[in-house]
């Protein structure tokens, strides 16, 4: 709401106008807590709302319960007729699933939720890594903070990339996230997996992948032996510190190919490649694709970033 509310427009005469009407929409008038403890008053209720441009549907533990989606979807299904857009928040999507309305599309949800939102409604590809997605008229998000990520993608499609970034400066966010949130989600996993002093060295590999990240390196970082090391290393993430580094490495460059970094070789060297060659080897062992065919197929195109300059 922050992020709509902040779009404004000018009037010709100095003054500024609404670029959104935003209200909340409730099945009753009564105020409804949030799991915050937010309380939130409704300013319509569901029989008395107004004709709609964008129907967003929040998230919740209330949202997952079926009994509550089914009546949310009844609701949705009448509105989605005369509706430009449909978005959900994070476990909003339990809601907009259950109206069948996203049968066969891809839909994304809150990492922890994607797996359960696939077995109860397996018409629909579920992405459990994406920040966002549209399909059609449908738009969904994977959390909390991605709701803003889509927020601002529906400005940009309204207004254009000058307003959507106007308004992401405001919000003091990224205007587009790249990767998937598992990029944010995993380091955090690997780390709340072990109280182990190694479970620290996840988020400090992240952040260093330039650095020589050697098991001698690592070790010598938690204060251990080598051998010593990657046993523990072993125990607390599942797999060894030179495969975790790979990994790292190469979901980092395979971001980096697909948005504005520079050459194959700059983004070897920017993920801790010395060689280019060794780089290109391994990503396309474990991708299957060189480097410059991942690029041509998924990278911003010279064309589409000079735009982009001139915005």
Request: hydrophobic letters at 40%; one cysteine or more.
């Amino acid at each position: 709401m922050d992020a709509f509310a902040a779009v404004t427009l000018a009037d010709g005469k100095s003054r500024r106008r609404p670029g959104y009407e935003v209200l909340t929409i409730g099945f009753g008038s009564k105020a409804v807590a949030a799991e915050s403890g937010l309380l939130i008053t409704p300013q319509f209720t569901t029989a008395a709302a107004p004709k709609l441009d964008t129907l967003v549907i929040p998230g919740g533990y209330a949202m997952r319960d079926t009994r509550t989606a089914s009546k949310v979807a009844a609701w949705i299904k009448g509105q989605s007729a005369h509706t430009r857009r449909v978005a959900a928040a994070c476990t909003g999507v339990y809601g907009l699933a259950a109206t069948g309305l996203l049968n066969g599309r891809r839909v994304t949800t809150h990492w922890r939720y994607a797996q359960d939102l696939a077995q109860r409604y397996p018409a629909l590809a579920v992405d459990a890594g994406a920040i966002f997605l549209k399909d059609g008229p449908y738009y969904t998000s994977a959390g909390i903070t991605p709701g803003i990520d889509l927020t601002l993608a529906l400005i940009e499609e309204d207004y254009g990339l000058g307003m959507a970034l106007t308004i992401a400066r405001d919000l003091v966010v990224y205007l587009k996230r790249s990767g998937g949130q598992e990029q944010y989600s995993e380091p955090l996993q690997f780390q709340t997996r072990s109280t182990d002093r190694v479970a620290d060295i996840a988020a400090w590999i992240m952040a260093n992948l330039q650095q020589d990240l050697s098991v001698e390196c690592l070790a010598a970082k938690a204060n251990l032996g080598p051998r010593h090391f990657s046993r523990r290393f072993q125990r607390a993430f599942g797999t060894s510190p030179a495969a975790f580094v790979e990994k790292l490495r190469m979901d980092e460059a395979r971001r980096r190919l697909s948005g504005e970094h520079g050459t194959i070789d700059r983004v070897a060297i920017s993920v801790g490649f010395r060689s280019d060659d060794v780089f290109r080897r391994t990503f396309a062992r474990r991708f299957g694709i060189s480097p410059s065919v991942y690029r041509s197929r998924f990278g911003v195109s010279a064309k589409a970033f000079a735009r982009r300059l001139i915005s």
